[in-house]
């Protein structure tokens, strides 16, 4: 069984930054790659960013591009998320996923693509 763990959400001001974290623990991988998504009140989850296993292969949603940053530090077995900017619109519970891989660089941007989620952390911003 995998777990997702994913931190860093809370309340904070329109403009303020945050850093979400997602590590998986319990049954590990060798490979994996890892994407984050959000969901607005009663709304479809939706593609934030994702990041290949090497890290080399990176994409963003257009809404998030140039103000958020995903990355990951494989030795820590964490992936991370900064998230800059933040406008009210951007709240919403943050999501990690997992999908175990044979291949270093690909990546993945559908939901359904995804094996492991996490429980989600909130992020409020008011204005």
């Known amino acids: 069984q995998v777990q997702l763990v994913e931190s860093g959400g809370g309340l904070v001001l329109a403009g303020d930054s945050l850093r979400l974290s997602c590590a998986p623990s319990?049954?590990?991988?060798?490979?994996?790659?890892m994407g984050w998504f959000r969901q607005f009140p009663g709304k479809e989850r939706e593609f934030v960013a994702a990041i290949s296993w090497s890290g080399g292969t990176i994409s963003y949603a257009d809404s998030v591009k140039g103000r958020f940053t995903i990355s990951r530090d494989n030795a820590k077995n964490t992936v991370y998320l900064q998230v800059s900017s933040l406008k009210p619109e951007d709240t919403a519970r943050y999501f990690c996923?997992?999908?175990?891989?044979?291949?270093?660089?690909?990546?993945?941007?559908?939901?359904?693509?995804?094996?492991?989620w996490g429980q989600g952390t909130q992020v409020t911003v008011s204005s």
């Open positions: 319990g049954r590990t991988f060798n490979n994996y790659a």
């Open positions: 996923a997992v999908r175990p891989v044979a291949y270093g660089s690909t990546i993945y941007v559908r939901g359904y693509e995804y094996n492991y």
